[in-house]
């Protein structure tokens, strides 16, 4: 039996990546045994819900927590033992590391042991953890082109950044309705600086019959649904039935961009290649305190592809973000360019060809035993 380990945790833009490679994994090899190593993050329970099984390893980030990061030989040294122990006990096929503190250990551990190993980078600028495992690991799977050679060419292979499936089948389905549609993602965790600059803008934008459906995210969900309450109470009914709708989570991501004519959102590596798979024009604003200011690389890359516009956080209290809205949703032509250069720039296989790139990279060393 092929067994294939998945390690990573932290945050969506990690975790997502893994959790389609595995739903591609299980539907190429439905006899292989695929199982999710993280920390003490949401990956569990992320995991445990995609029915995948489920071990965490003690692990905590390193870079930027001050004093708290001299204890971190002491969780690293139990975590390379768990880790070691789990691969001694049942020894997989291949290990691979989709990012993240969480997932430095399980890799490297099974470097040491002699069993294959991979890595999946998902932004343009690499994290610490990809940065330095990639000179180890047998094969490397990247999502831009790896301009600044921080990976050995010869074991890199741009297969895109894994995505959930069904997304893009919203390409081509029809939405309902005739007005103008605007959804809004902060990423897993939400963004209050974009829901609050969406939030000034509401009146503008329901004025101007554009239906605003926003991702809250939970950690911001009752402090924006009391806000919204104050900037709807009394006010009349919207322009050709424009709603809002505000969502802390949202689980059907096809559905939710189907129902988009623009999508504005931060510049996470897991959006921009979900709003490519969809094929969707989009207006970013990049979180600017990401690791090396990646989401702002990522933003740019699909600003020169003609996929998107990029306004700075920074830029946001003398940007007329309203008008930047509006503009673009009654612009058809320019919408449609958009869309076409997004469409473009996607690599909506990237699940299946990680999957498959995994199943040929544990038959080449010769399986478990």
């Not at 930027?64 to 033992?81: E, N, Q, S, T, V």
């Not at 301009?147 to 029809?174: C, H, M, Q, V, Y």
């Not at 897993?188 to 329901?206: K, M, T, Y």
Request: glycine share 14%; charged share 20%.
């Amino acid at each position: 039996m092929t067994r294939i380990v998945l390690t990573t945790g932290g945050t969506g833009g990690h975790i997502f990546p893994a959790l389609a490679v595995a739903e591609a994994l299980r539907a190429r090899c439905p006899e292989a045994e695929v199982l999710f190593v993280g920390g003490q993050g949401p990956e569990g329970a992320l995991a445990s819900k995609a029915g995948l099984s489920f071990v965490g390893l003690p692990a905590k980030g390193v870079f930027g927590r001050g004093i708290r990061a001299l204890a971190a030989p002491f969780w690293m040294l139990r975590a390379f033992g768990a880790a070691v122990g789990l691969f001694s006990r049942r020894r997989p096929d291949v290990v691979a590391g989709f990012g993240g503190y969480a997932g430095f250990i399980p890799v490297a551990a099974a470097r040491i042991m002699g069993i294959p190993t991979a890595i999946q980078e998902q932004n343009s600028v690499p994290g610490v953890t990809n940065k330095l495992l990639g000179r180890f690991v047998d094969r490397v799977f990247i999502t831009y082109p790896d301009e600044g050679g921080a990976f050995p060419a010869g074991k890199t292979e741009r297969l895109g950044n894994p995505i959930r499936g069904g997304i893009a089948d919203s390409r081509g389905r029809k939405r309902e309705g005739t007005g103008k549609n605007l959804l809004v993602l902060g990423g897993s965790q939400g963004a209050r600086a974009v829901n609050d600059a969406v939030a000034d803008i509401l009146p503008r934008l329901l004025g101007a019959g554009v239906t605003v459906r926003l991702q809250a995210g939970r950690a911001d969900f009752e402090r924006m649904r009391a806000r919204a309450a104050e900037i709807m109470a009394g006010r009349p009914e919207a322009s050709g039935g424009a709603r809002f709708i505000l969502e802390n989570f949202i689980e059907d991501m096809a559905e939710a961009y189907a129902f988009a004519d623009l999508v504005l959102a931060r510049a996470g590596a897991t959006t921009l290649a979900e709003v490519t798979a969809a094929g969707k024009p989009c207006l970013l604003i990049p979180f600017p305190f990401a690791t090396h200011d990646h989401q702002t690389v990522n933003a740019e890359a699909l600003r020169r592809a003609g996929a998107a516009e990029v306004v700075a956080q920074k830029d946001l209290p003398g940007v007329d973000l309203a008008d930047r809205v509006i503009g673009l949703l009654h612009d058809p032509t320019r919408l449609g360019a958009m869309a076409r250069a997004s469409a473009a720039a996607a690599l909506p296989d990237a699940a299946d060809a990680v999957a498959e790139a995994l199943l040929r990279l544990a038959a080449s060393k010769g399986g478990a035993k």
